[in-house]
Each structure stands twice: as structure tokens, then as C-alpha cells.
């Protein structure tokens, strides 16, 4: 099993741009989380799904979108970038109420 | 809404116990954990412990729980050159599976 896999790992963008971080999973889990990590700091949940088709907002959704169409897979959308979304972005997923397993991260720059 | 504090910076001598401490603010937790992260990894899953356990074992880690005073604390026997990183405690929501994390602690373990 590969785990969580994100997708590009590192990508730099400037402002206005858009862009799709990408995050799959093969182990069948039906929770999934996008978090974001600020320097310095501990991670904050943008969006989660508790299954495909289903979606919700965490505590920092502003300028994301999500969308689960399958169980793998779980893409973040950041549809007009701004420097503020400078960050470190990270997938998990997760069944129930067991620990989460985290992706690599994707390191994204907005200049 | 939820709260986790850690406190921001630890140093121990290589071979000493290390205290990793946490508070949180959510009384109806089910399970709490503790992540490590290395320099530009990501979330490496250590530990966690079930809100109705007050202590869990496993090899150098020991984790206290006292639910009363919403008090966490991971304690790592032998502190090895290889433990230093950021340790970040979290805690989980009832709904959803969702983890609120502090802000991470940074572990120095000096030769």
C-alpha cells in the first residue's frame, strides 16, 4: 500500500493563479482532511469528507474548494491565490474514529 | 470552540527523560494522540490514548492522561539525538474525526 499520496510535492504560483492540490489514498478509508501549516505553527483543518459525495468545512475554508467523487480521492482547489495561502498542505484519511495517516505534504509558495 | 496549548520549546540531555506537555479543552475527546515531525516531513503518527485510559505504555513512550484537568503528557525515556523534531498533541472531535492541534513543541536533545 502506498498510504496517502500528494501531489505535486512543491509548486510555486503567483497571485491570482489557480491551481489543484492533488491527494489519493488505496486503503479503502472513508474519512478524509485536507490541514494547512503555517510556519512555526500547528496544523489547522480546511476541509474534510466523510465519505464520496460528502463534504464540509473545517475551521479555515475561505479561498478552497473541495470535492469527493470517489473514495480515493479527495483534490483541494484554490480557484484565485493569494500569499496569505502560502503554506504547507497536508492530506489524511482516515476510518471512523481511528488515527489519521497523513500524506508528505505539498509546499506551496505565493508570489 | 476546541483549544490545544503546548508549550514551544524543550531541551534535554541525550539519555535523560523528556516531558512533553499538553492541555486541552474538549471534555468529550475520544482519543488523543501525539505526532512527531522531522525538519520538512511530514505527520508521523507516536502515539495515542483513549479518553477513558489514564496511562499507555509503548517502549520509551508513556503517555499520562488525567481527564479531570484536561492535561496530556508524553514522556520519552532516553531521549536519543534522533528525538529531536516537533511533537504536536491533538485531540479529536465526536464528529467527523476531526483533529484540532497545538501549536507543536520543539524537542532539542543535546549530546
Known amino acids: 500500500n502506498a498510504g496517502v499520496t500528494q501531489t505535486p510535492k512543491f509548486r510555486i504560483l503567483k497571485i491570482g493563479q489557480s491551481m489543484t492540490l492533488q491527494c489519493t489514498q488505496d486503503m479503502n478509508h472513508n474519512y478524509m482532511y485536507w490541514y494547512r501549516q503555517d510556519p512555526g505553527m500547528g496544523l489547522k483543518l480546511i476541509y474534510y469528507?466523510?465519505?464520496?459525495?460528502?463534504?464540509d468545512k473545517g475551521e479555515v475554508p475561505n479561498g478552497y474548494n473541495v470535492s469527493r467523487s470517489t473514495t480515493e480521492d479527495f483534490p483541494l482547489r484554490l480557484e484565485l491565490a493569494a500569499p496569505s495561502q502560502t503554506s504547507v498542505y497536508f492530506c489524511?484519511?482516515?476510518?471512523?474514529?481511528?488515527?489519521?495517516?497523513f500524506g508528505d505534504g505539498t509546499r506551496l509558495s505565493i508570489l | 470552540g476546541e483549544d490545544v496549548e503546548q508549550s514551544l520549546f524543550l531541551s534535554v540531555r541525550e539519555g535523560d527523560s523528556s516531558v512533553i506537555n499538553c492541555t486541552y479543552t474538549d471534555s468529550s475527546s475520544t482519543y488523543l494522540y501525539w505526532y512527531k515531525q522531522e525538519p520538512g516531513a511530514g505527520l508521523q503518527l507516536l502515539t495515542y490514548?483513549?479518553?477513558?485510559?489514564d496511562m499507555k505504555q509503548d517502549q520509551r513512550l508513556t503517555v499520562l492522561l488525567n481527564k479531570k484537568d484536561k492535561h496530556l503528557s508524553l514522556r520519552i525515556a532516553d531521549t536519543q539525538t534522533g528525538d529531536s523534531a516537533i511533537y504536536f498533541c491533538a485531540e479529536t472531535s465526536v464528529v467527523g474525526n476531526k483533529l484540532t492541534f497545538g501549536g507543536g513543541t520543539r524537542v532539542l536533545v543535546k549530546p
Open positions: 489524511a484519511s482516515s476510518t471512523g474514529n481511528q488515527p489519521q495517516h
Open positions: 490514548i483513549f479518553s477513558n485510559m
Open positions: 469528507s466523510v465519505g464520496a459525495g460528502i463534504t
